[in-house]
Every structure is written in C-alpha cells, then in structure tokens.
C-alpha cells in the first residue's frame, strides 16, 4: 500500500519564478494539508483541502496557493519566488475528521537562488 | 497562537542511557501527536494521545500526556543508535483541524 506520494523530490528555481510541487495521498484518506519546515525548525502548517476546497489556512501569503482534484491528490503553487521560500514542503495526508495524526510524504526540497 | 516548546532542543547520549523530552504549550489540545523524522525524509508518526493522563508504551518508548492536557513527554529506556533523529510534537486543537508542531528535540546516540 503506497504512502503519500510527493513529487519531484528536489527542485532549484530562480528568484522571482513559480514552482508547482505534487502531491498523492495514501490510499483511502481524503484529506490533505501541506507543510513548510526551515532547517532547524518544525514543520509549518500552509493549508488544508478538504473536498477540492481549501479547509483551513495558515500564516501565509497569497502567494502560497492550492488545488485538490477529485481523486483527492494535491498541487501547491508558489509565485514570485524569494529566498526565504528555500524549505522542505511536506504533504500530510489523512481521513477526513481525524484526530490521529497524519501520514507524510517525504517531501520535496525547494531551493530559491 | 498556539505554542509548542519542546525541550531540550539537543540532546546527546550514549547507547544504554535513558533520556526524556518534553512538549509543552500554554493551551490545551485535544490530542498530541509525536513524530520521529530522519535527515531528508518526512516525519513518522509514533503514537497520538487524547486522554488527560494517558499513558501509551512503545517498546521502549513511553508517551504520557498530561493532566491538563497541555503538555506531554517522551521517554527512552536503553536508547539505541538506531533511535537518533528529529523527534517533533504536534497538537490538534480539533477535529481534523491542522497540527501545530514544535522545533523538535535532535536526539544523538552514540555507539
């Protein structure tokens, strides 16, 4: 049984570009929430989807966007890039209305230079 | 805003040695995650707590959250070096709400 899914597993971009990362979640789980994780801190919570709908939102610009399809995989979209943006982004997959903890992927390194 | 300090932010030991980490937050959760997560992967869920008190065992790790449900702990007995890496806490506060992690503690054990 396949985990969670993320794609690609690295990535290096320009400053000032857009990247689009992937993300496919374990077989039988609906939800989905993307994290970022800086070096040397935990992960931060960017959104939730729920239902092709974004759920919840963290701390976050507008440049930081998503999408759910009807299989229930995942995009993250980040525009105009900045340094600050370099982070580990992990998807989080899990069953709709649960209080158990996720299941993650194991991320995709973005580099901004 | 919700809080999660964990404590201490290193740790280094030796094999056989016993250790333990904390998670603590001004606020209450309604359940408590940990999370093991090694250098370039995602983290691994542990276990979850819910109860005030509770008390869960995983082979030589022992999960306790607290009264008050606004704190828990980990404990290792006879640490291995196989038990180094980044161990995160995380709180829900509801129902598939999001996870509020800490910065993790970076447990070392040394052969």
């Known amino acids: 049984d396949a985990g969670v899914t993320q794609s690609p597993t690295h990535l290096i971009k320009t400053r000032g570009q857009q990247v689009t990362l992937r993300c496919s979640p374990k077989s039988g789980h609906d939800t989905v929430s993307w994290y970022q994780q800086a070096l040397g801190q935990g992960p931060q919570f960017i959104f939730q989807?729920?239902?092709?709908?974004?759920?919840q939102r963290g701390n976050f610009p507008d440049r930081f966007s998503g999408h759910q399809f009807p299989n229930y995989s995942s995009e993250l979209n980040v525009n105009a890039l900045l340094l600050g943006d370099s982070a580990l982004y992990l998807c989080?997959?899990?069953?709709?209305?649960?209080?158990?903890?996720?299941?993650f992927g194991s991320g995709t390194r973005l580099t901004v230079v | 805003t919700q809080l999660l300090e964990q404590s201490p932010q290193f740790l280094s030991i030796q094999e056989g040695e016993n250790l333990t980490v904390y998670c603590n937050s001004s606020?209450?959760?309604?359940?408590l995650q940990w999370y093991r997560q090694e250098p370039g992967e995602g983290p691994v869920l542990l276990v979850t707590v819910v109860t005030g008190g509770e008390v869960k065992k995983l082979k030589r790790l022992t999960f306790q959250f607290g009264d008050a449900r606004k704190d828990s702990s980990l404990h290792i007995t006879a640490a291995q070096p196989g038990d180094t890496g980044l161990y995160l806490c995380?709180?829900?506060?509801?129902?598939?709400?999001?996870?509020?992690f800490g910065d993790g503690t970076t447990l070392t054990v040394k052969p």
């Open positions: 989807y729920y239902e092709e709908e974004e759920r």
């Open positions: 995380a709180g829900q506060s509801t129902n598939a709400g999001k996870s509020t």
């Open positions: 989080a997959s899990s069953p709709d209305r649960n209080n158990y903890g996720y299941t």
């Open positions: 606020s209450v959760f309604s359940s």
